[in-house]
DNA sequence: CGCCAGGTTGATTTCGCTCAAGCAATGTGG
DNA sequence: CCACATTGCTTGAGCGAAATCAACCTGGCG
């Protein structure tokens, strides 16, 4: 039965939706094969995890559905989210090409589907197919990029900045837009991770979440967001909070 | 004369001594024939650019000698560096890779002499040796790590600390080591420079510097530094500051 | 000489961290 | 089903760190 499952998801690789948005596009049918037959699909559970700090890397995973947290910790114990992965991410990817041990640990946020491959796969891939490699340099030189780009918002922005910055960036993924203009979401984290990726204590982001409150532009409840303004936040991270 | 400099320092990218230990090392020996042949040799003054955010990416640069500052700007006209690239490093293939615009901008510290190489050539080595995109996908991805891991300091650290980081891995680059075990060094970076690499005022700084002159760990004047007991500086970033 | 950029220092205020208490939702074992 | 612990979040009070504003110093440089 797990056979059979296996089986119609392995077809389902030629088909999948996914495949033509991110780096797998450019195999062919005879690779795309390949693919199929090698990966193995996982469904997890919510705050389950997908690989670990410190454990080798035996091979990538594509996530299919919902949403993974990749975290990083340090010596001191804490644990500072990253960025998420969506449907259509490839993960792993750098542990795989340096041949390293994970340098991150992944976790499902909510129930996902993920599909592994196994590095001698991958390699086989990208042996046969260069168009691959190139691929995952895009890939790699946008995170590059990005992670750049948190580095100089960190560096310069007041806390909170940094958290109508990741707000909007939440929203533009997790969010829908009503009627009136407003928007609402599901916040995919709690608090403290959120805390943790502007660099502040949760009882800062608690106060600054309180602020924007009192300022009208957002409501909080639990999980849900309602941004009643987005446009003004919009402005207050163009507009310069500090003029120099 | 241009000629014939061009021709001698075209015979030394066979010999060159850097080639052995960056990404060119997996090229044959005709490849780097039409590498050395290719790429233009510079010199720069102290302070001049190398490339500037915004403009096309025309190419690689590979620093011979010298210091070259990456930096970063955003809308507020914040500039930060994001690092450093000495002799060996290749600078720009972010942006050669992904054909885009300078993001960032480069400029020689000080007296620097720095090869360009053509996106054309760039390209046709990749084509022709697969193991050279491996290569660069490998610089890529520490520069990745490189940046989680300036994140996640920046996130979970006091200023101090990120300081004293700063410091010691300036001094592994830029160091020398005295008969008792001080070291000395001389900053390639302004005090403003240092001081928005971590993410605070150049006043913060000198007060930072003040207090660690005051704990008898380090003196400064003008640009010379000396750490005098640089053991209890790598003990102060292990031992956490803050327990929890 | 005056000017300027880079750096230091001081005074003041703002901000964020810490510690601590309290609260709601959830889970667990009896 | 209730007593109880646990987890995630909020709120308050006090304090320390850092931003801000401003003065001043220093060494180059026209």
New binding site residues.
Partial sequence: MAEQRKGTLGASCLSCPLRQRNEWSVLNEAETRLLARSRKSRDYRAGESVFTMGEPSHGLYCVVSGTVAIRKSDAEGNVIPIRLAYPGDTLGYRGLLLDAKRRYSAEALGPSRICFIDKPVVKTLLDRNPALGQQFLHRIANDLDAAHDHLMRNATL???SKFVHLLLALMNRHGCTATDGSRFME?P???????SMI????????????RL?EDGLAR????TVHLTQPHSLVQEIQRP??L?
Same sequence: chains 1, 2.
């Fill in positions: 007041s806390n909170r916040l984290l709690s608090r403290r991770d959120l805390a660099g502040t204590r949760h009882e800062t982001l608690s106060r600054i979440i309180g409150e909080f409840s639990g999980r909070s500090r120099d």
